[in-house]
């Protein structure tokens, strides 16, 4: 497996599709680059290309040293030699094997091998649903099994095209640590598709908007999808960091990024990492502190920026200041234009943010313990 | 003739050169159709309609029209004949010839319904085994045959039950020679223009068992199975 770092992913094509043309021209060196856009904007027919399913007409695609399309010289290599790891929206899965064949049919059998299959399924916890029909599994344990068969081939790239899509909301909370802890676990390059900008935050150092085939953005997570307002959704603030005690119901997180917050407690012991998201539109923001109020966040904070939307909306862009005043994560808020101006909000001034521990809706409650 | 299939003997001798044609050209026509179901349903090339028209053919031309034209071919001098190859194919009025008509007038049949069975396999099932590392013939041999086996049964199974019936073409390249090459179909025929009514009966009741037994198997196969043709 390769696990000696991100790969410099080069996508520069064009691909004619049946209502617009896909041109990409994308260059990456993240760990998990994301793929972002609404439905039908192309994301699926980009990793097909990627994986050597669709050909385009002309580019370049490279994945680290290896050069799977080239048009100038000729260069297309055949599915089964581009050392993808794919993850389809549907799993794919063989209905005529068990899982353990499906698992295992990109093996030898060879004992590393062996290991390599046992490790996975320890990973994402199959290992006891290996007798098992593929037709008996639920959504979720056919995405860790297709999730699985992927990282056993010994892929030089993962690609996952919207693995939680078909699941509905609870069911994609439950997977999504999986694929944190794969991404973790085997360091593989991944390009990762979704029209869920919380799952992009979640699991990307960088993502890419595509719109109609075309890019539109492309950079950080929170950056990108912060200034585009996730599309038509309040923008989520996606926050990660370490339980440092528990309170009644509630446990309180030490943010990575500096500052502490209250969060639901959802079965994270003290010194477990966790992943939260938090509604833009779920924090309020005021002037001074407030008294006698039941929320339990109540953070002093620093704007670093205002913006304002055509609709009359605005976001305020602040920095949590810890303890020691330091700065700390960086959050958004969303408010009207009228907040903004009646509370005189500028970048650089001081405000207090308040939101209920339970607005923060906890991704991850990792079993990791922080190092 | 009539003497001899009123007898056991007679029956058995017909039932089993029925059989050794309809056995021999099922599992002739079985491969070449299979391979020109996949043909025409995974792959583009230049003339596919034409293949597609030309196989189909013999769906709608009379059979007594193929027979004549088999005939024609493998006449003396017919491109097919001993003077055209060198050596004689010895085909007309044998079991074999009869072999060679219900291949012919089976084949569309079978490769109509392998087709079908290869249309409904998801193609992306395939690529997905190739994308772990499989090459296209073990592509083909671990996940395309399991997943069609079922329909290819079935189209194999029409050809057995084709051949079985068929008339036209036989008679024409293997003649209706009793004890040799004559079949069900041919020996009901015989025993109506000569009027021996309840052997044509006797040698009915069989076929229609046969055929009965054949088309609830064919359409066991066909039932859909949802387990087994389609991604999970």
Known sequence: ?371 | MNASLSSDAGTAAVLWTTLRVAVTAAVIVAPIGTAIGWLLARRSFLGKSAVETFVALPLVLPPTAIGYLLLTLLARDGWLGERTLGFDLDLLFTWKGAVLASVVVSLPLVARTARAAFEDVDPRLESMARTIGMSRPRTFIAVTLPLARRGLLAAATLGFGRALGEFGATVIVAGNIPGRTQTLSLAIFSEIQLGDTSAALRLVAITILVAFVLMWWTERLLRRDPRARTAT
Not at chain 1, 58 to 75: C, F, H, P, Q, W
Request: proline share 5%; net charge negative.
């Open chain 1, 1 to 371: 497996m390769n696990e000696a770092g991100p790969a410099r992913l080069e996508i520069r094509m064009h691909l004619p599709l049946a209502h617009f043309g896909l041109d990409v021209d994308v260059a990456s060196s993240a760990r998990t680059l994301g793929i972002f856009g609404p439905s039908g904007a192309g994301k699926t027919s980009l990793v097909e290309a990627l994986a050597g399913w669709r050909t385009p007409s002309s580019g370049r695609i490279r994945v680290g040293e290896a050069l799977l399309y080239d048009s100038t010289t000729g260069v297309s290599l055949p599915i089964e030699r581009r050392g993808v790891g794919y993850v389809p929206q549907d799993a794919l899965l063989w209905p005529h094997w068990n899982v353990e064949r499906n698992v295992r049919a990109g093996t030898s059998r060879s004992s590393a091998d062996d290991e390599l299959v046992a490790r996975t399924a320890r990973v994402l916890e199959i290992a006891h649903l290996f007798d098992r029909a593929c037709t008996r599994l639920s959504g979720g344990e056919r995405q860790r099994v297709a999730l699985a068969r992927a990282l056993v081939s010994r892929p030089r790239i993962l690609l996952l095209d919207e693995p939680l899509g078909a699941l509905d909301v609870p069911l994609r909370r439950r997977i999504l640590p999986y694929l944190i802890r794969v991404r973790d676990e085997f360091g593989l390059p991944t390009v990762f598709v979704s029209h869920d900008a919380t799952e992009i935050q979640a699991l990307c150092d960088e993502v890419v908007v595509l719109d109609a085939g075309h890019v539109r953005m492309q950079g950080a997570p929170d950056r990108v999808l912060r200034s585009m307002r996730a599309g038509e959704r309040a923008f989520e603030n996606v926050l990660a960091g370490v339980v440092t005690a528990h309170g009644d119901g509630t446990s309180r997180v030490q943010l990575d990024a500096g500052g502490d917050v209250w969060i639901p407690t959802v079965g994270s012991e003290v010194g477990e990492r966790v992943l939260f998201a938090l509604g833009s539109d779920e924090i309020l923001v005021a002037l001074d502190p407030p008294t006698r109020i039941s929320a339990r966040n109540v953070l002093a904070a620093r704007i670093d920026a205002v913006e304002h939307d055509e609709d009359g909306s605005a976001r305020i862009d602040v920095r949590i200041l810890d303890a020691a005043e330091g700065d700390g994560a960086r959050v958004s808020a969303s408010l009207t234009r009228g907040s903004v101006e009646e509370l005189a909000l500028r970048p650089g001034g001081r405000v207090v943010l308040v939101f209920k521990a339970n607005s923060c809706r906890v991704l991850t409650a990792d079993g990791a313990r922080a190092p």
